[in-house]
């Protein structure tokens, strides 16, 4: 009498198989999510308005202007006031990132990204700070808190 193979043994082998995704796969699916969030800042950047956060605003608007609904007014508004401008380079820059995985490049060292995207928005954020020195609140809005150059 031959036994029969278990359905449960060749099902687990089905599942890992489906678990496991394939290193070019996984790449699309990390450049999808750097695509998504590039898209969603850049939207929510774009669409902000500072009257929409009780932050800057005593009424603030009862209907939303930010595209991205109240989330991203406080995403955008968080960026806006820490980075000031340089927060634009955010989407770019996950837009590069999201691109090279699509590509497949291999990535470099992550101590050299984090230091390299350190200096970019230093240097970004203290120049277009530095442009309208003459008055403090447009040097602020451009430069934001943490690189606000008075």
Known sequence: MKKKPSVKAGSREREKSKEQLS????????????L???????IALKTYDQNDLSFY????????????????SYIAGALVFLIGATSFIIPLLTLSWAMS?????????IYIKTIGTIILFLSASSFFSLLSAQEATVSFKNGGFIFFAR
């Open 23 to 34: 290193p070019q796969k996984r790449n699309e699916v990390w450049g999808l999510i750097f």
């Open 36 to 42: 998504a969030i590039s898209v969603l800042v850049f």
């Open 57 to 72: 605003s005593s009424p603030p608007n009862l209907q939303t202007k930010n595209l991205i609904g109240i989330i991203g």
């Open 101 to 109: 995985k699509f590509l497949g490049k291999k990535p470099q060292k």
